[in-house]
């Protein structure tokens, strides 16, 4: 076994100048000396980094680790003790009950089942670029595409009806903001959580009452409690609809800054496969996990003792070129199957075949749309969203054609 690693003053979350896509520097130095080194989190406990592909994958995948929160410190910022997961929330939960809610939604999420949404990404895309273009130009993408789109299909997935809509999204938007900007009180976050959970309780209640074709309503009919499918709705909502709408919106930022990339894009649309898999890997737009150790751990030459709590930098990761040749190179041409984006293990997304087609079908359907898209201010003005939740993304993006 190695000496331990020195200590990291904190998560580097700085980006480099001028590169919005790139992750912080100083996480390609620690993987370059040892892909799982020593941390101080922003609470003051002391414990560790992974940075290279294999490690963080190796944690993703070992049932040692837990992804409980109340275990847990954040890598991100000091929000104190955190709770135990609520009932549904099965992503902050472990094996067995974890198992439990994954086999019962499996089937909802299916490669088949999610190629049949489709077309109605197709249809709801078409519908918000027809109104880009009846507005011209320039617009917020992420407002006017980029979120109303995954929105409205997980809408469609859960089964919100059209009146409803506005409001749901309203209440996502209040939600993510006030966790990730960090001049919001963390409370402004669990109150908009609470408002979540309470529209989401009577939409549960509602489908019990008069089940639709909608997963919801599938989920009714099982064991699971009214608590139990208020949580798992909660986290589909948010899982379904907050990191596909950076992606869009990154993609688009990123692709319009790589023009030669773009033009391959356009000129070969059978690309799209590699060219969703690739933008995926290269910006990770959920960058960071967090897992805690049930029990003393030796792990790339290193002791993890139990109850220490390890930061996964997935977007080191997937930059390692141990696993990915010229790795800070965006290339739609590689094959970046295995990257680390969605998870790995029992935890990986659940939804991230949905999350394909809908980046699949509505990328391709802008740049074809507007053949000569670009931005609508200088690349250096585009403000990145704050981050205190582990996602990266935008805050707007103008653009104009």
């Known amino acids: 076994m190695t000496e331990p690693m020195t200590a990291a003053l904190s998560l580097p ?14 996480l390609a130095r620690f993987r370059e000396r040892n892909p799982l080194i020593r941390m101080v989190f922003p609470d003051g406990h002391r414990g560790w980094l992974a940075t290279g592909f294999a490690t963080v994958r190796a944690v993703l995948a070992d049932p040692r680790f837990s992804a409980r929160p109340e275990l847990m410190h954040s890598a991100l910022a000091d929000l104190g003790p955190l709770p135990p997961a609520p009932p549904g929330n099965f992503l902050n939960l472990d ?3 974890h198992t439990r809610y994954r086999k019962l939604l499996t089937g909802a999420f299916t490669v088949r089942r999610m190629r049949q949404l489709g077309e109605r990404v197709t249809q709801i895309s078409s519908e918000y670029l027809d109104a880009m273009e009846r507005a011209g130009g ?5 407002a006017s595409f980029a979120y109303p789109v995954p929105a409205s299909m997980t809408c469609e997935v859960l089964g919100v009806s059209e009146v409803d809509r506005d409001r749901f999204r309203q209440l996502i938007g209040d939600m993510v903001i006030s966790f990730s900007d960090p001049d919001v009180p963390v409370e402004q976050g669990f109150a908009a959580v609470e408002e979540t ?11 019990r009452a008069d089940p639709a074709d909608d997963l919801l309503s599938d989920l009714t009919a099982t064991d699971l409690a009214g608590s139990e499918l208020t949580g798992v709705a909660v986290l589909l909502l948010i899982g379904g609809f907050e990191t596909t709408a950076n992606m869009l919106s990154l993609g688009t930022f990123a692709l319009l800054n790589h023009p030669e990339q773009l033009a391959a894009l356009r000129a070969e649309p059978g690309l799209v496969d590699r060219a969703v898999e690739e933008l995926m890997r290269y910006l990770t737009v959920g960058h960071t996990f ?26 080191a990761a997937n930059r390692d070129p141990a696993r990915f040749d010229d790795p800070d190179t965006l290339d739609l041409h590689r094959n970046a199957v295995g990257h680390l984006s969605f998870g790995h293990g029992i935890h990986q997304c659940l939804g991230q075949q949905l999350a394909r087609v809908e980046m699949r079908t509505a990328l391709p359907a802008l740049i074809s749309r507007f053949p000569d898209l670009r931005l609508a201010v200088p690349a250096e ?12 993304g935008v805050r707007q993006l103008p653009v104009t054609w």
Do not use: N, W
């Not at 979350?13 to 912080?24: E, K, L, M, Q, S």
């Not at 320039?138 to 992420?142: E, G, S, T």
């Not at 959970?197 to 489908?207: H, N, P, W």
């Open 138 to 142: 320039p617009v917020d993408l992420m």
């Open 95 to 97: 094996a067995p009950e």
């Open 381 to 392: 003005a585009i403000v990145m969203r704050p981050d205190r939740l582990g996602i990266h």
């Open 197 to 207: 959970q309470e529209y989401m309780r009577d939409l549960v209640a509602a489908k």
């Open 290 to 315: 967090t897992r805690s150790a049930l029990e003393d751990v030796e792990l790339a030459g290193q002791m993890i003792e139990a109850g220490e709590t390890v930061a996964l930098s997935v977007q």
């Open 13 to 26: 979350t700085a980006r480099p100048p001028g590169c919005p896509f790139d992750p912080p520097i100083e």
